[in-house]
C-alpha cells in the first residue's frame, strides 16, 4: 500500500470537518437522546462518539508518541462524561491529528509499525501505511453509525460526501 502526506492531511481535514457538524449536530439534542441504547455496537450517540475518540487518541499515540487514553475499548464508551466534554476533547484531538499530518514527510510514513494489541493479546507489527489508513477508514466507519444513529433521533445527520468537503478551512 502506498499513501503521501497530502493524503494524510485530506483525511485529517475531513475528520475535523466532520467532527464540527457532529458536535453542532449534538447541540441539537437532549442528554437522554444522545444516551439512549440506539442499539449500534457502541449503544448509544455519545458511546459511539467516544468510542471513535478513544480509538483516534489510541492510534495518534501510536503515530505521534503523546498521550494515550486510559482504560480498552470496553472503557472507551465512558471516555467523556458529557457531550460537551466530548467536544472539548474532540476540538484538542483534531487538532493533535491535523498537526501530525501536516508535519509528515514521505519517508515518515514507511516501515512498520510495532504495539501491543490489547484486541489480540499480544505484540503486533504492521506496515505503517496500512496502519494510517485503518486509522482513517475506522473513524469514517463509526461516524456511518453515528449518522444513521442521528437520522433514527430525528436530529440533524451532517454531509459526510468527501467531494463535497470546502476547499478552505477552518479545519477546527
Known amino acids: 500500500m502506498m499513501i503521501f502526506p497530502e493524503y ?12 464540527t457538524q457532529l ?7 437532549s442528554d437522554a437522546e444522545l444516551r439512549r441504547d440506539r442499539k449500534g455496537f457502541f449503544g448509544s450517540l455519545l458511546g459511539t462518539a467516544n468510542h471513535l ?4 487518541m489510541m492510534w495518534l499515540s501510536r ?10 475499548i470496553a472503557e472507551s464508551v465512558d471516555l467523556q462524561p458529557t457531550a ?5 476533547e474532540r476540538y484538542r484531538t483534531d487538532a493533535r491529528l491535523l ?17 501491543y494489541s490489547g484486541v489480540m493479546g499480544r505484540e503486533v507489527s504492521k506496515p505503517l501505511d496500512l496502519c494510517i489508513t485503518h486509522f482513517f477508514n475506522h ?9 444513521a444513529m442521528l437520522t433514527a433521533a430525528g436530529g440533524a445527520a451532517p454531509v459526510t460526501d468527501l467531494a463535497f468537503m470546502p476547499d478552505e478551512g477552518p479545519w477546527l
Open 139 to 147: 473513524q469514517t466507519h463509526h461516524r456511518g453509525q453515528i449518522h
Open 8 to 19: 494524510c492531511v485530506t483525511m485529517a481535514r475531513y475528520n475535523a470537518w466532520q467532527n
Open 23 to 29: 458536535r453542532a449536530a449534538f447541540d441539537g439534542l
Open 84 to 88: 460537551a466534554a466530548w467536544a472539548g
Open 53 to 56: 475518540l478513544w480509538g483516534d
Open 63 to 72: 503515530f505521534d508518541g503523546g498521550a494515550r487514553p486510559e482504560g480498552g
Open 99 to 115: 498537526h501530525w499530518a501536516e508535519h509528515l514527510k514521505a519517508v515518515d510514513l514507511k516501515g512498520d509499525l510495532s504495539w
